[in-house]
């Protein structure tokens, strides 16, 4: 069994740097030691920021996203064409289409796909307020409705196994 090399407090930051997508126990190890040695310029500062966004990061009570106002930065934004509503699975899809530029709409946040084998359904994704959301057809889901016609493809069955996702918000 490897030997400790630091106190608990260094162990519990590479503990918990560990914990992030893409960083094992040895990136972990590399991440901490580095933050350790700009400790001033970038540990200080990190830290502040996570301080801070933990307090502040609120759910978009529209669409889904997540921000530091309720209602979102992309909510309030008067320059949004507000006839088109992208229906998108989680916040990592919405950030990842606002990068990509291409897009001047607004945003529905599902929080996952419908998985009956995973025990998703209906309840568990934001699909109330997303029919509230439709200005086309004030609510009520109709047949003649093109943006629920849309939605209804948008939420698909979840059927590819090489993405396994359970419902959450982000
Ligand atoms: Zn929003």
């Given at each position: 069994?490897?030997?400790?090399?630091?106190?608990?407090?260094?162990?519990?930051?590479?503990?918990?740097?560990?914990?992030?997508?893409?960083?094992?126990?040895?990136?972990?190890?590399?991440?901490?030691?580095?933050?350790?040695?700009?400790?001033?310029?970038?540990?200080?500062?990190?830290?502040?920021?996570?301080?801070?966004?933990?307090?502040?990061?609120?759910?978009?009570?529209?669409?889904?996203?997540?921000?530091?106002?309720?209602?979102?930065?992309?909510?309030?934004?008067?320059?949004?064409?507000?006839?088109?509503?992208?229906?998108?699975?989680?916040?990592?899809?919405?950030?990842?289409?606002?990068?990509?530029?291409?897009?001047?709409?607004?945003?529905?946040?599902?929080?996952g796909v419908l998985s009956p084998l995973d025990?998703v359904g209906p309840?568990?994704l934001?699909?109330?307020?997303?029919?509230?959301?439709?200005?086309?057809?004030?609510?009520?889901?109709?047949?003649?409705?093109?943006?629920?016609?849309?939605?209804a493809v948008a939420v698909r069955r979840e059927g590819d196994?090489?993405r396994?996702r359970?419902?959450?918000?982000?």
């Amino acid at each position: 069994m490897a030997e400790k090399v630091a106190g608990p407090e260094i162990e519990k930051l590479v503990q918990l740097l560990a914990k992030l997508p893409g960083l094992g126990p040895r990136s972990a190890r590399r991440a901490a030691l580095h933050l350790i040695r700009k400790r001033e310029e970038l540990l200080a500062p990190l830290a502040e920021a996570m301080r801070v966004a933990q307090e502040r990061i609120v759910v978009c009570s529209i669409c889904g996203n997540i921000d530091t106002s309720d209602p979102c930065t992309i909510c309030r934004d008067a320059r949004r064409d507000g006839s088109i509503l992208v229906v998108v699975e989680t916040v990592a899809d919405l950030w990842a289409l606002e990068r990509a530029g291409l897009l001047n709409a607004r945003y529905h946040v599902l929080g996952g796909v419908l998985s009956p084998l995973d025990g998703v359904g209906p309840d568990d994704l934001a699909i109330a307020s997303l029919v509230r959301a439709c200005s086309q057809c004030n609510g009520r889901w109709t047949d003649d409705c093109a943006l629920h016609r849309r939605c209804a493809v948008a939420v698909r069955r979840e059927g590819d196994a090489s993405r396994p996702r359970r419902a959450g918000r982000w």
